[in-house]
């Protein structure tokens, strides 16, 4: 955006040094918010703009608002100004679950401050979304839902036979047994709800589900770490070593969510 200075599309313009949105000529009465999103549709015509990306873009992740609301009601007094129409859109069309499409045809007016600097020679930094791994997001709802899957299964297999996990209990925390027994069926079953909720939500490629999420995160976190010591219930079983490990990778398993939610955020 740094090398334009307009957009035009019909009898409209859009200046991004004023921050204003002209028909022919005339300044319309249009907020900022509802500006921003309008130029991030018009840097990519055709394509769709994620609702994430709006929310990176416009709502940082410190910044505690009502995000879905917000868009919402930038889109329409977007759409106001422009006389468009969701339901049959000229210029912005919805696109379900996933964001928006700019429909017009766009022109932009170079930045002439930008024409006389010398072009960088040296790369620029790679972008955020560059660091994730490139497989595809349907790959990543899959693992996604496969990790649910895993814990749903340490759960209710922990539920299944309360007297097996009271007798592991007292003998892997002996005075500690009776805390610990109560403490792995109250978590269980917060864990089976959460797990239930983040499966369904990933089934259904709920829009929000990454910003649900970061919300439901640090607790989600504390949950797992809880049950990351659950191989030490079974260690006269497993072997010290084999419950270290399972540990181990339990520990790890938060993190690999939390950047297959980050892939399952992107477009295909």
């Given at each position: 955006?740094?090398?334009?200075s ?14 204003e ?15 921003q ?6 840097e ?23 995000f879905?609301?917000?868009l ?11 006389g ?24 932009m ?10 072009q ?16 595809s997001?349907?790959?990543?709802r ?37 805390i ?19 499966l ?19 607790a989600?976190?504390a ?46």
């Amino acid at each position: 955006m740094g090398t334009v200075s307009k957009y035009q599309f019909d009898e409209f313009e859009a200046d991004l040094k004023a921050a204003e949105l002209r028909r022919n000529g005339t300044r319309l009465k249009l907020q900022l918010q509802p500006f921003q999103v309008l130029v991030a549709l018009l840097e990519r015509p055709k394509d769709v703009v994620t609702r994430e990306e709006l929310r990176q873009r416009l709502w940082p992740q410190d910044t505690f608002v009502d995000f879905d609301h917000g868009l919402n009601t930038a889109m329409v007094k977007l759409r106001d100004v422009l006389g468009d129409s969701a339901f049959k859109p000229k210029y912005i069309e919805t696109i379900a679950k996933r964001g928006y499409r700019f429909l017009g045809a766009v022109t932009m007016t170079p930045d002439p401050s930008m024409a006389t600097l010398p072009q960088p020679t040296v790369e620029t930094a790679a972008s955020p979304e560059t660091e994730l791994p490139r497989a595809s997001r349907t790959t990543a709802r899959i693992l996604f839902s496969l990790a649910q899957i895993m814990y749903l299964i340490f759960y209710l297999c922990a539920l299944f036979n309360l007297d097996q996990l009271f007798r592991a209990a007292n003998a892997a925390w002996r005075g500690a047994g009776h805390i610990v027994f109560v403490v792995c069926i109250v978590t269980a079953l917060v864990g089976v709800a959460v797990r239930l909720y983040l499966l369904s939500a990933t089934a259904m490629d709920y829009h929000l589900l990454g910003e649900k999420y970061r919300v439901l995160f640090p607790a989600l976190f504390a949950l797992d770490m809880l049950w990351a010591l659950s191989p030490f219930l079974i260690y006269d079983r497993l072997g010290l070593g084999l419950a270290l490990g399972s540990a181990a990778a339990l520990i790890y398993m938060p993190f690999v969510q939390r950047v297959l939610m980050k892939m399952m955020g992107r477009s295909d």
